[in-house]
C-alpha cells in the first residue's frame, strides 16, 4: 500500500496562515487587447486559462494516493508509523480523474474514488459510531490563490446533493506541481492526559501524486 507521507515542508505549508496579500499575483499587466486583461482570451484576468484567478494553472488529469480518517492519542508525533497507535484510523486507497465539475475558483477539479483499506486500517471497536469506513466518492476542486492570498492553497468540497461547492467539508491544501496533501482536522496536537503526555490526531488526511 502507498504510505502517507508529508515531508516537513509540506506540513509547514499546508497549514500555514493566511500570507500578505501584497505578495499575490493578482497585479494584472498592462492590457494591449482592449479586451480588459492582458492575455489572449476573453475573461477577466491576467492569465490564459479558464478561471478567474491570476495565476497560471498545471495541467491536471489525475490522482493516485491514499486519503486518511484518524482520531485517537499517540505516544509520539508520528500519526502513520502504526495505525493502532490510535482509537481509529481507516485508510482508503485513492484515485482521480479530471472533474466535469469547476468551481469559478477552481484551477482544476477531480473526481475521488476511494477504496477502504482493511489491512492497512485500525477498526478494533474504537471508532465513533457514525464514522463509516465504506468506500465512498468526493469530488474536490484545487484554488491555488484562496480570495486572492497567493500562499493560501484549498480544495473545496463539490456536494452532489446541493450540486454546490463549499457546502460541505473544504480542505488546507499543499500542491507543488506534482505532489498534492489536503487536510481538515488537528493532527499531532501535544496534549496531557491521565498524567501523560499524548498527540492528539482528529482529522482527515489525504495525500498522493498528480498527473
Known amino acids: 500500500m502507498t504510505r502517507l507521507l508529508l515531508s516537513t515542508l509540506a506540513i509547514s505549508t499546508l497549514f500555514a496562515c493566511i500570507g500578505d ?3 499575490s499575483d493578482d497585479t494584472a499587466p498592462p492590457d494591449t487587447e482592449g479586451e480588459g486583461d492582458a492575455d489572449a482570451d476573453s475573461d477577466s484576468d491576467s492569465d490564459t486559462d479558464a478561471d478567474t ?3 497560471s494553472d498545471a495541467d491536471v488529469n489525475g490522482f493516485a494516493g491514499v486519503v486518511t480518517w ?37 484551477e482544476w477539479a477531480l473526481d475521488l474514488a476511494l477504496t477502504y483499506n482493511a489491512g492497512a486500517s485500525n477498526n478494533a471497536g474504537g471508532c465513533l459510531a457514525d464514522e463509516s469506513n465504506a468506500d465512498f466518492a468526493w469530488t474536490l476542486g484545487f484554488d491555488g490563490d ?3 492570498y497567493a500562499d493560501y492553497q484549498v480544495m473545496w468540497y463539490f456536494s452532489p446533493t446541493y450540486g454546490e461547492w463549499g457546502t460541505g467539508a473544504s480542505f488546507g491544501a499543499y500542491f507543488d506541481g506534482t505532489y498534492l496533501a489536503f487536510s481538515s ?14 498527540y492528539y490526531t482528529y482529522g482527515w488526511l489525504g495525500s498522493g501524486t498528480t498527473y
Open 146 to 148: 484562496y480570495y486572492g
Open 53 to 55: 484567478d491570476s495565476d
Open 185 to 198: 482536522g488537528y493532527f499531532a496536537y501535544p496534549v496531557e492526559y491521565n498524567g501523560g503526555s499524548y
Open 70 to 106: 484518524t482520531y485517537g492519542l499517540d505516544l509520539d508525533s508520528d500519526i502513520f508509523d502504526d495505525p493502532n497507535d490510535f482509537t481509529c484510523q481507516f485508510i482508503w486507497d485513492t484515485v482521480g480523474t479530471k472533474s466535469a465539475e469547476l468551481c469559478d475558483e477552481c
Open 21 to 23: 496579500k501584497s505578495t
